[in-house]
Each structure stands twice: as C-alpha cells, then as structure tokens.
C-alpha cells in the first residue's frame, strides 16, 4: 500500500506560479513513477507530468511544456510540481498519482497508475 499527501494548492492570478508537493509514504518498492493528473469541472481527469523515481526520466502533456516542471527528492519520498506561467484554464484539482508493479507501462498513460492522494485545488484567475 502506497499513501500520498499532496499539498501546495491555492488561488494564484494569471502569470503567476505555484509548486505543488507530494510526499509518498508506505510500501513504495515497486513504485517506479510518480505523476500528476488534474480534473476540472465536467471534465475527465488528464495526464499532466511524470518522473521515474530511478533515471528521472520525465513526462510532460504538450499544454504544459515549457511552463511546468516536475521534480522529485528521493531522500524525502517527495515529488514537485513547480507551475510557472499559470493560465485560467489551468485551474483544476490537481491528484498526485503513483504506479505500481513490475510491468513498465508508460507513466503518460493513466492505466500505469494504481495509488491516488486526495487531490489539492489550483485555481488561476484572469
């Protein structure tokens, strides 16, 4: 069983920026890769970022390239979502997410994931 306590939500006004934490807790050895994925109203969940806890490897949605930046601590169980740049359309809950297993599937995709945080709402005003 893997937990995960996102925080670093809030109201931010458009341009601006926020960074998001995720502190994974539990039996985490077959976690690989740890993602972020947000939801607005009336709207499925969507791939935003992705890091391999091992190589680093990262994972970006084409609307957020260039503007956010996933990092992680492996010391502390941690991973970062530094959101530079923030525009409306950004504002959703944000879900930290964690894969599990031993069969690679891309962390992009949304079926790699099986642990899920509680969410924490980023609201961007124009």
């Known amino acids: 069983q893997v937990q995960l306590v996102e925080s670093g939500g809030g109201l931010v006004q458009a341009g601006g920026s926020l960074r998001l934490s995720c502190v994974a807790s539990?039996?985490?050895?077959?976690?690989?890769?740890m993602g972020w994925f947000r939801q607005a109203p009336g709207k499925e969940r969507e791939f935003v970022a992705a890091i391999t806890w091992s190589a680093g490897t990262t994972y970006y949605a084409d609307s957020v390239k260039g503007r956010f930046t996933i990092s992680k601590d492996n010391a502390k169980n941690t991973v970062y979502l530094q959101m530079n740049s923030l525009k409306p359309e950004d504002t959703a809950v944000f879900y930290c997410?964690?894969?599990?297993?031993?069969?690679?599937?891309?962390?992009?995709?949304?079926?790699?994931?099986?642990?899920w945080g509680q969410g924490t709402q980023v609201t961007v005003s124009s």
């Open positions: 539990g039996r985490t050895f077959t976690n690989y890769a």
């Open positions: 997410a964690a894969t599990e297993g031993t069969r690679w599937v891309p962390p992009s995709q949304i079926r790699a994931y099986k642990y």
